[in-house]
């Protein structure tokens, strides 16, 4: 029911930045990031309630930045200090309040190289 729209990935060199964005074609709860390199498993990014407050993986504190834009539906991952470690498909996550279904968007890549 609810589709997302991700953009903003692609290749930066260590130490670079990237933001990513996901646009949701409704309201929805709980929006973030997962991320997943092949023959790993996915991990979580960030994630942000709607008005709440961010939650990040060790992994990402520090230099991720995750914010929403309620008018818009959408959320944005600010990415600084990009190291190549960071290199995955970023996939967008949401939760409308209350379901127990849950949304994906159609990834984006991130690669961090020299």
């Known amino acids: 029911q609810v589709q997302l729209v991700e953009s903003g990935g692609g290749l930066v060199q260590p130490g670079g930045s990237l933001r990513l964005s996901c646009a949701a074609s409704g309201s929805v709860y709980r929006m973030g990031w997962y991320r997943q390199t092949p023959g790993k498993e996915r991990e979580l990014v960030a994630t942000m309630v709607r008005d709440g407050s961010p939650n990040y993986s060790d992994s990402v504190k520090g230099r991720f930045t995750i914010s929403r834009d309620n008018a818009k539906n959408t959320a944005y991952l600010q990415m600084s200090s990009l190291k190549p470690d960071d290199t995955a498909v970023y996939y967008c996550?949401?939760?409308?309040?209350?379901?127990?279904?849950?949304?994906w968007g159609q990834g984006t890549q991130v690669t961090v190289s020299s």
């Open positions: 996550y949401a939760r409308r309040l209350g379901a127990v279904s849950e949304y």
